[in-house]
């Protein structure tokens, strides 16, 4: 078979196949000087909040802003502690600790990669304020059984959607499972900007005016400061772009959706691939298999010109950054067990069925098969 060059993500097919109209949008918004706030921004905010099914969305500077900023206005202050994920990117308890908690750390599913909410209750103490599920991945977390948990004992609940744009559970979108929902538009996401963006979206009207308050120097008119906030916000050229590309995010998510059927077919078998919970709607922000001997599969397949990925090399509790918890493998074992299995592959909106085939042939081939 002729060797071929997998990208793992393709952004620049993605603006060819509508070049025409991010480059009319980007024009308009430089025509109108309209960089920070005004109508471009107010027209996403406006579409996204649709999109998603709730009643509030508000721009900010990127998703590591928009859960630091909901964590703060959902009332986390020193002290507190916020349950999340082991298995997640470093944004998500960072952004607990820049709110002025301190992450605990829950294990992950083994089939779903998601957070263990069996395992949540047992990590519950009387200083725990709120819990960060993050969609991993693209799949939606247990809500279910995380919303009981946190109707039992008066927590709040800030999604981290940032991998799950468009994701469901059931008949509702994430974004809508919890008090408020945290979404990045870096641009590999789904949805993503040539930039960095983020966004929360929330029903709660309170909490939407705190949040947008809190990301604008805490204040709602040019002078009238209220507190003292930050300033974080999505800015015109982002939003007409996020607008333009929001329009195809339903496309995109279906052929994302297509290839990861083909893989699932295609590698049955031969490795373990992930797993879909019933009900849900997974968007696969990432395609994550495991093998044994990783790194050696990655090499190999690289030599044939497939890009993969590690997401995340190593769990959150074992990072030197919270080494001061002292973590053993027997604290997280799940996430501990899989870092060194772990390998995404290639998985984007642009990629052919020629693509989808090769990466399927040479797993095979690197992998004996």
């Known amino acids: 078979m002729e060797r071929l060059t997998i990208p793992f993500v393709d952004l620049k097919a993605q603006y060819l196949s509508i070049k025409r109209e991010v480059d009319e949008a980007i024009e308009n918004v430089i025509a109108k000087s309209s960089f920070i706030g005004g109508d471009y921004v107010k027209s996403f905010e406006r579409n996204f909040s649709a999109y998603v099914g ?132 870096f641009p590999g996401k789904n949805l993503g900007a040539y930039g960095d963006g983020g966004a929360v979206v929330t029903d709660n009207d309170d909490l939407a005016k705190m949040v947008r308050m809190y990301a604008n120097h805490g204040r709602l008119d040019k002078f009238g400061h209220e507190f003292e906030g930050t300033n974080s916000r999505l800015d015109g050229l982002q939003a007409a772009i996020l607008d333009v590309k929001l329009k195809h995010l339903e496309e995109w998510t279906a052929r994302r959706i297509a290839v990861a059927g083909a893989y699932d077919r295609g590698l049955a078998g031969i490795c373990v691939t992930p797993e879909k919970r019933a009900g849900v709607k997974h968007v696969y922000h990432l395609y994550v298999i495991r093998v044994k001997e990783r790194e050696k599969v990655k090499a190999a397949l690289e030599e044939r010109g497939i890009a993969t990925g590690i997401h995340y090399p190593i769990p959150l509790p074992y990072l030197k950054a919270y080494e001061y918890m002292r973590s053993t493998p027997e604290d997280y074992p799940v996430s501990y067990s899989m870092k060194d299995q772990i390998l995404s592959i290639p998985m984007h909106g642009s990629m052919t069925e020629e693509h989808v085939s090769y990466v399927i042939d040479q797993i095979k081939n690197v992998l004996g098969f």
């Open 54 to 185: 709730a009643r509030h969305c508000i721009g900010v500077g990127n998703g590591t802003d928009a859960l630091a900023i909901s964590l703060k206005c959902a009332g986390v202050k020193s002290g507190d502690e916020v349950i999340t994920a082991a298995n997640t990117f470093i944004a998500t308890s960072e952004a607990i600790t820049l709110a002025g908690g301190r992450p605990v750390f829950v294990d992950c599913d083994p089939v779903t990669f998601n957070i263990d909410a069996q395992k949540i209750e047992e990590r519950i103490t009387e200083r725990t304020k709120a819990i960060v599920p993050v969609h991993l991945y693209g799949q939606p977390a247990d809500m279910e059984g995380i919303g009981m948990i946190a109707k039992k004992h008066n927590l709040r609940v800030i999604e981290d959607a940032a991998q799950a744009h468009g994701a469901s559970l059931g008949e509702r979108k994430v974004g809508t499972l919890g008090d408020c929902a945290c979404f990045s538009f």
